[in-house]
């Protein structure tokens, strides 16, 4: 595992239940998944709804790529541990000037799980 979080971005985790954005893609990685998202996208009338936003990393091998990447799994585990399961993939797309929003929440609240050894990626 290459440590990839200094020990106060760890604290700052345990501490308030989250880290400010940071990059674990490169501009090439993020265009070329993007790309993958819009072709999903366009091959269901534009618009993933209902199941289609859930659990892709099923369906698609990109995907499923992208959640088994190091640069990610090295940093969740260096917060909850080496005992890794995703749980789902969910897409929250908004589109630029939409009134659509997701306000400040937790999510492991909805989740149902007895367990604080989780993140959202």
């Known amino acids: 595992m290459v440590k990839l979080l200094s020990d106060p971005q760890v604290s700052q985790f345990h501490k308030n239940g989250f880290l400010?954005?940071?990059?674990v893609l490169s501009v090439d990685q993020a265009i070329q998944l993007r790309a993958n998202l819009e072709s999903f996208e366009a091959e269901n009338d534009g618009v993933l709804?209902?199941?289609l936003?859930?659990?892709n990393h099923l369906l698609f091998k990109w995907l499923s790529d992208l959640i088994r990447s190091p640069t990610i799994l090295d940093t969740v585990e260096e917060i909850i541990g080496p005992d890794i399961m995703v749980w789902s993939t969910d897409w929250w797309i908004k589109e630029a000037n939409s009134p659509q929003f997701v306000?400040?929440?937790q999510d492991s609240q909805y989740w149902g799980l007895d367990t604080d050894k989780l993140v959202t990626v």
């Open 53 to 55: 936003r859930f659990k």
């Open 20 to 23: 400010p954005a940071f990059p």
């Open 49 to 51: 709804k209902g199941s």
């Open 103 to 105: 306000s400040w929440h």
